[in-house]
């Protein structure tokens, strides 16, 4: 169980900084090492879940860290670095990890390349505004090829290392775990939605309304509900015997290092928080959501002031229109993760006999957890509080759609209503199943 103090410390890192350190301060000198003299957090937007910043030893020596921060925390084993070295990915390796269970940390030697989520969004933004089709910057495209080349490795580890599993052993995988705890009502699901309302401005929607309402987002029908969608995760994500690979997990742009001195602007995996052996589709989730469709998430303000949404509620229907669309480089993105991993990881899957028949149902189950339980999309609105307490209406009205459209068919019955092209959400959302 995650010790309550990290819990209280990540929540007050965004608003109360200096009380937070002084807090984690006496928290690892107490868990850790008594020589510790100074802690400095570092924030950031990705820190949704996690503590990171640095540490000096009495000695001088000087630390980077990071732990995950989870709620009700079941995971068992974290922190599988070394297995992750030893198939081939580009890792940097941990000087050091705590491996109590709730108070799970890992200390590096401090590195000072940027991380990939801090260089697209310099990237990104450069593209607000304007009009398809812009030529990315140099340096954007240079983004996109180490991601190329590296999605290209990771296929090739998954080559590698396929094997079976069972369902026991899939069961105790950690980021399997981590899916299928937040889905329970003593994970997320009922920590942020159970009898809370969802507070839009002066309107209040509780959420066990809105979880019963039908979705027309975009002029598009959804025919399952939020409660039919959770009950439909629940059941696709429990685990099963099959095949498995060594992935890390959690291959969001925030645990990778960019090499900038490198001409190929190598990337680096770190913090193999959820790093094991799991199904290849549940290692994709996380990259194929995070690193395309989460921009929202961890810049609320400003997508806020990008985007135009509007919503109305009548009778057992809510109605939605909206203009979020990813980035050109996360589309880039998104483009290589299908052709150089997801394509091929199929049809390794099919020449193992162990494609199922449902990978869609499957790969939707998942990716429907990343907008609606990586943040509490009903968190009452508190000034200077954290992100998800600072998300405007239109965020978290955006993020309850995004977790319809990716885990829904289109359509009645599965029928596509409307035509739409590579250019819209619901284009690039059904790209991902079009093999």
Request: aromatic content about 10%; charged content about 25%.
């Amino acid at each position: 169980m995650l010790d309550s103090k990290l819990l209280e410390i990540q929540k007050l890192q965004f608003s109360q900084t200096a009380l937070a350190e002084a807090k984690l301060l006496d928290f690892l000198r107490a868990t850790e090492n008594s020589t510790i003299e100074k802690v400095e957090l570092t924030p950031k937007p990705e820190s949704l879940n996690s503590i990171n910043g640095f540490v000096t030893l009495g000695s001088g020596e000087r630390l980077f860290f990071k732990t995950h921060v989870e709620e009700n925390e079941k995971v068992a084993e974290y922190y599988n670095g070394k297995m992750l070295a030893e198939v081939g990915y580009p890792v940097v390796s941990a000087k050091r990890v705590r491996t109590s269970p709730g108070t799970q940390i890992a200390f590096y030697e401090i590195i000072t390349f940027p991380t990939l989520f801090d260089l697209v969004k310099t990237e990104e933004d450069r593209l607000i505004g304007q009009t398809e089709p812009t030529r990315m910057q140099p340096e954007a495209e240079a983004l996109v090829h180490a991601q190329i080349k590296l999605d290209r490795k990771v296929f090739s580890v998954y080559e590698r290392s396929i094997e079976p599993i069972s369902k026991e052993k899939h069961a105790s995988a950690p980021v399997h775990q981590l899916f299928s705890h937040r889905l329970q009502p003593d994970g997320r699901v009922g920590l942020f939605y159970a009898g809370k309302d969802l507070i839009l401005g002066p309107k209040v929607i509780p959420f066990d309304l809105l979880a019963e309402v039908r979705w027309t987002i975009n002029g598009i029908r959804y025919e399952k509900t939020l409660s039919e969608l959770i009950a439909r995760a629940q059941e696709l994500t429990s685990p099963q015997e099959g095949v498995s690979i060594v992935g890390h997990g959690d291959a969001h742009n925030g645990n990778l290092f960019v090499d900038r001195n490198n001409p190929d602007q190598e990337l680096s995996f770190f913090d193999p928080a959820f790093a094991g052996r799991h199904d290849p589709l549940i290692d994709l989730t996380k990259p194929l959501f995070h690193n395309v469709f989460a921009r929202w998430m961890y810049y609320p303000e400003q997508v806020n002031n990008e985007v135009k949404l509007a919503f109305e509620i009548q009778a057992n229907t809510i109605t939605v229109t909206h203009n979020f669309i990813p980035s050109r480089i996360r589309q880039e993105f998104l483009a290589s993760r299908l052709k150089n991993v997801l394509r091929p990881s199929l049809k390794l899957l099919d020449e193992h006999a162990a494609l199922r028949a449902d990978w869609r149902d499957f790969l939707r189950a998942f990716l429907f957890c990343c907008p609606f339980l990586t943040v509490n999309l009903c968190a009452k609105p508190v000034p200077n509080g954290t992100l998800a307490e600072r998300y405007p209406p239109s965020i978290k009205m955006l993020g309850f759609c995004m977790a319809v459209e990716l885990a829904s068919v289109a359509g009645n019955n599965g029928a596509i209503q409307t035509t739409t092209g590579q250019n819209s959400l619901r284009g690039l959302i059904d790209s991902i199943f079009a093999a």
